[in-house]
């Protein structure tokens, strides 16, 4: 079974400064989607930005961009110049390329102090 | 829509109470999927239809759990008979039929069972 685990339950950073979030997955696969979504208390789920596993380039969404370690099955979002919206819950999740249904990490809760 | 919607975004029901989650994919997504989001965890999956045909159930937790997509749009979610262990946040997310691995989510039902 596809596990995602993040680690840090909760992170804060200073406004302006950069952040990284940790995320781990398990897998056999060798094709796959990784994700990171953001949840503010609103609730609503937005994409941050994603990654295939068959690309070797990390990818990179304005002041997010991710470090993608395939052999490692690592997959961390960074966050520059942060500003306060930006604090939200935080999931990393995974989703084979033959199926349909994501992993859900438990989240990483990320205050931004200003 | 412009995205997807959920109704009603807060539900108390009382234990034994039948209730009924509603989803509305944004136009023309074909899929369609059911998360439950107990508090402090990551959405864990439920069950996905693509069009009307409901291809993945494997993730309803008992059968009091029920969904339907009849005409391929609008899904609901049914309770039959709740318990207090049902109380999470059920998520709704569709994807876009070209090339879809990217989740779309609606903002969410709370759900309280006292």
């Known amino acids: ?114 | 829509g412009a995205g997807v919607s959920q109704s009603p975004r807060y539900k108390v029901a009382k234990r034994g109470q039948d209730v009924a989650l509603r989803c509305d994919p944004i136009s023309g997504h074909v899929s369609l999927f059911w998360y439950q989001q107990a508090l402090g965890q990551g959405p864990e999956f439920l069950t996905y239809f693509q069009n009307e045909a409901q291809l993945d159930k494997s993730g309803l937790p008992s059968d009091r759990f029920f969904a339907e997509r009849p005409e391929g749009s609008v899904s609901t979610l049914k309770i039959q008979r709740t318990q207090q262990e049902d109380s999470a946040v059920y998520l709704c997310a569709s994807t876009s039929p070209i090339g879809g691995k990217t989740q779309y989510f609606g903002p969410g039902t709370r759900l309280l069972v006292l």
């Open chain 1, 1 to 114: 079974a596809q596990t995602v685990t993040q680690s840090q339950p909760e992170m804060s950073v200073q406004e302006a400064e950069t952040v990284t979030l940790s995320c781990t997955y398990d897998t056999s696969e060798s094709d796959y989607y990784l994700f990171w979504y953001k949840q503010p208390p609103s609730r609503q789920m937005i994409l941050v930005i994603r990654q295939e596993a068959y690309k070797q380039q990390n990818a990179t969404e304005n002041r997010f961009s991710v470090n993608f370690q395939k052999a490692a099955k690592s997959f961390s979002l960074k966050i520059s110049d942060s500003q306060l919206g930006d604090a939200a819950m935080y999931f990393c999740a995974y989703l084979k390329n033959t199926g349909n249904q994501f992993y859900f990490g438990t989240g990483t809760s990320l205050t931004v102090i200003p």
